[in-house]
C-alpha cells in the first residue's frame, strides 16, 4: 500500500498472538480490515478462536498467516514479540506496518530499528487488561475509554503512525504519544511494581488463612498476583533498571511508615498517610 493511503478498511492484517490482548483486538477488528488473520502456536486456542469467529483465518504456520500482511500486530508475550521481530522478513516480502502491544518498549523499539526498509514500525502499549488471560477472557470493549501510548521510532512512517491511529479510534482508545523511555519508567511504577507488590503481599500471607478471611480489601490489593509470570516475567526482564529503581522509591516509602510504628510516631503515622490517600485520590480522581 502508499504510504499516504493507508486505509485500515482495505489492509490485509494479521494478528500474532491470541491471548487477551490480541484476541480482544481481532474480536473488534474483525470485520474492519480486508482479511484478519491469527499466529498462534497454541491448537486449543486456534480451535476456539475459529468457533467464537473472532478472526477470518487462524493457523500456526507464519507462511499462510503472514501472506501479503500490510499490517502485522505484535499481541504476544515480549520476549516473543523481539524473536517475531527477528523472523518476519523471512514471512513478509511486501511493504507492511508493524505495531506491538507490550508493556515496555525499549527493547521492542531496538528490534523494530532492524527490521529492512520495507517494514514501517511502530511501538504501543494500550493502557488497560486484567489478570485473567487468554482468549477465553477476551472482550471487543476492553480497550474503550483506555489510553493507546504509541512511541515512535525516527523512521516511522505515514502509514505506520495512520494504521495505529485508525486502529486506536475503531477500539475506541485514546492515542497517547510518548517517548519509550519515558514509558517505561512510567509503566515501572505504575504497572510492573504493583504487580511485584501484589505477589510479594500473596507470599506473606500464612499458609493456614482461611479463604473466608479474604475480603475485598486483599483481593483488590493482590488481584496483579493473578497474572503468569510466563506473561510478566520477560517485561521484568526487559524493563529490569525502571523496576528496580522503583522498588528503591518504595523502600523508602515503607521504611517511613515503619520507623513511625516502631517509634509510636503516630501523628506522623496519620500524616503519611493522609499524603498517600490526597496522592491516591489525584491519580484516580
Aim: aromatic share 4%; glycine share 8%; net charge negative.
Amino acid at each position: 500500500m502508499d504510504e499516504p493511503g493507508f486505509k485500515l478498511s482495505e489492509a490485509k492484517v494479521t494478528v500474532i498472538g491470541l491471548g487477551l490482548m490480541g484476541g480482544s483486538l481481532a474480536l473488534r477488528l474483525k470485520g474492519h480490515c480486508a482479511r484478519l488473520n491469527a499466529l498462534d502456536v497454541d491448537a486449543p486456542t486456534l480451535e476456539l478462536a475459529q468457533r467464537m469467529d473472532a478472526v477470518d483465518a487462524a493457523g500456526s504456520d507464519p507462511r499462510a498467516m503472514l501472506a501479503d500482511a500490510d499490517m502485522v500486530i505484535l499481541a504476544c508475550p515480549l520476549p516473543e514479540i523481539v524473536a517475531w521481530l527477528g523472523r518476519l522478513p523471512q514471512y513478509v516480502e511486501n511493504a507492511c506496518v508493524v505495531l506491538d502491544l507490550a508493556s515496555a518498549k525499549r527493547g521492542v523499539l531496538a528490534a523494530m530499528q532492524a527490521l529492512p526498509p520495507r517494514f514501517d514500525p511502530l511501538g504501543g502499549h494500550p493502557i488497560c487488561g486484567k489478570e485473567k488471560l487468554t482468549l477465553l477472557n477476551a472482550e471487543d470493549t476492553l480497550f474503550e475509554n483506555a489510553a493507546f501510548v504509541l512511541t515512535p521510532l525516527e523512521r516511522s512512517g505515514a502509514a505506520a503512525r495512520s494504521a495505529a491511529l485508525q486502529l486506536i479510534e475503531l477500539l475506541g482508545a485514546r492515542p497517547l504519544w510518548m517517548d519509550a523511555a519515558e514509558h517505561d519508567g512510567t509503566l515501572a511504577a505504575v504497572s510492573h511494581l504493583p504487580f511485584l507488590l501484589s505477589s510479594a503481599l500473596s507470599l506473606s500471607m500464612p499458609d493456614a488463612l482461611s479463604p473466608e478471611l479474604v475480603g475485598p480489601g486483599f483481593r483488590s490489593t493482590a488481584r496483579l498476583a493473578g497474572t503468569p509470570s510466563g506473561m510478566m516475567g520477560g517485561v521484568l526482564a526487559a524493563n529490569r533498571d525502571r523496576v528496580l529503581a522503583e522498588m528503591e522509591v518504595f523502600r523508602k516509602r515503607l521504611a517511613e511508615i515503619e520507623v513511625a510504628l516502631q517509634l509510636e510516631e503516630y501523628a506522623e503515622l496519620n500524616t503519611i498517610l493522609d499524603a498517600a490517600r490526597g496522592r491516591y485520590l489525584a491519580l484516580t480522581s
